[in-house]
């Protein structure tokens, strides 16, 4: 069973940084894609960054574009997710997620089917 346990969130002002962390269990790690998700109270779930089983593809919304990196360290199981000059509108639950299938980057939310328990960011004005 994949158990994903996030961490790295917490209260920030406007303007700073936050780096999250993924920690994965299982040996097969390298060979899924990864992705980082957010949702609000009364809103779906949103795809905010997604990368490749090798590192060497990713993707992100727009509105992230820039200030956010996605990355892996496939020798330890995790993944990151480094947000800079948060915004107040970047206040939500984040999780991160393991694809179904292997040797993807995972666009889609219906690609993923393991879950963490989710990290809270609150960004202040």
């Not at 917490?10 to 269990?25: E, H, I, P, T």
């Not at 997604?50 to 330890?76: E, H, L, M, P, Q």
């Given at each position: 069973?994949?158990?994903?346990?996030?961490?790295?969130?917490?209260?920030?002002?406007?303007?700073?940084?936050?780096?999250?962390?993924?920690?994965?269990?299982?040996?097969?790690?390298?060979l899924?894609?990864?992705?980082?998700?957010?949702?609000?109270?009364?809103?779906?779930?949103?795809?905010?960054?997604?990368?490749?089983?090798?590192?060497?593809?990713?993707?992100?919304?727009?509105?992230?574009?820039?200030?956010?990196?996605?990355?892996?360290?496939?020798?330890?199981?995790?993944?990151?997710?480094?947000?800079?000059?948060?915004?107040?509108?970047?206040?939500?639950?984040?999780?991160?997620?393991?694809?179904?299938?292997?040797?993807?980057?995972?666009?889609?939310?219906?690609?993923?089917?393991y879950?963490?328990?989710?990290?809270?960011?609150?960004?202040?004005?």
């Amino acid at each position: 069973q994949v158990q994903l346990v996030e961490s790295g969130g917490g209260l920030v002002q406007a303007g700073g940084s936050l780096r999250l962390s993924c920690a994965a269990s299982g040996r097969t790690f390298g060979l899924y894609g990864m992705g980082w998700f957010r949702q609000t109270p009364g809103k779906e779930r949103e795809f905010v960054a997604a990368i490749s089983w090798n590192g060497r593809a990713t993707r992100y919304v727009d509105s992230v574009k820039g200030r956010f990196t996605i990355s892996r360290d496939n020798a330890k199981n995790t993944v990151y997710l480094q947000m800079n000059s948060l915004k107040t509108e970047d206040t939500a639950v984040y999780y991160c997620a393991r694809t179904d299938s292997e040797l993807v980057l995972g666009l889609s939310r219906t690609e993923y089917g393991y879950w963490g328990q989710g990290t809270q960011v609150t960004v202040s004005s």
